[in-house]
């Protein structure tokens, strides 16, 4: 069964740019989460979509957006790029249906860095 | 609120030797808990979980983990330390939130296995 899968992988832009991050989930999976890793501030969530929907948010301001496609699939987008947005983004998946304590499995995360 | 505390952001130890990581958590609720490991340029893998089933969870290439309640600590360990052990290691919990499914995570623990 393939795993979660992230495009790109690298990504280089500019600030005041705006970025989107495409996550595919594994196959069966509903719930797609993303995760924000900077080595100041570690990992720290940003949202989760399940069934389309957001179905929770962490603390970022609006510029950090998501939605989640009929196919599970999920993107997340970054508007005005700052500095500080440099980070590894991780998306991960699960079943969804269970709540808390379902096993989460991450991608390979896409590095964007900011200059 | 839930959260994880790592001790140590780094370990060293001699291949063969005892591998202890460090974690706490702080929760009003029985918590659900996982240890991840990041290896360089990956994302994360799930080692192991805690849902209250068992108080000791056996994970991948040999970790375990021991559920505490009496200390709120949840150390993961490897009795005989493998080169290829070395890679980061990360403690969650998962929010209690009916419906929700982020974790949050601990600072992470940078292993290193000497020859």
């Known amino acids: 069964k393939a795993g979660v899968t992230q495009t790109p992988r690298y990504l280089i832009k500019t600030r005041g740019q705006q970025v989107t991050l495409s996550c595919s989930p594994i196959s069966g999976h509903r719930s797609v989460s993303w995760y924000q890793q900077t080595p100041g501030q570690g990992l720290q969530f940003l949202f989760e979509y399940f069934s389309e929907t957001q179905r929770n948010k962490g603390n970022f301001p609006g510029r950090f957006s998501g939605r989640q496609f009929s196919n599970s699939r999920s993107e997340m987008n970054v508007s005005t790029l700052e500095l500080g947005d440099s980070a590894l983004y991780l998306c991960a998946s699960s079943w969804g249906t269970s709540g808390r304590g379902s096993e989460q499995y991450f991608g390979p995360g896409t590095r964007l860095t900011v200059t | 609120a839930q959260s994880v505390t790592q001790l140590g952001s780094h370990v060293s130890v001699s291949e063969g030797a005892l591998v202890l990581l460090r974690c706490n958590y702080s929760?009003?609720?029985?918590?659900?808990l996982f240890w991840y490991v990041q290896y360089p340029n990956q994302g994360l893998q799930l080692l192991l979980k805690?849902?209250?089933?068992?108080?000791l969870v056996k994970g991948i290439n040999g970790f375990e983990a021991e559920f505490k309640k009496s200390e709120t600590s949840f150390h993961l360990t490897k009795p005989s330390a493998h080169m290829s052990d070395a890679a980061e290691y990360f403690c969650a919990v998962s929010e209690y939130q009916t419906g929700a499914n982020n974790l949050f995570f601990g600072t992470g623990t940078r292993l290193t296995v000497i020859p």
């Open positions: 805690y849902t209250s089933a068992a108080t």
């Open positions: 929760s009003s609720v029985p918590p659900y």
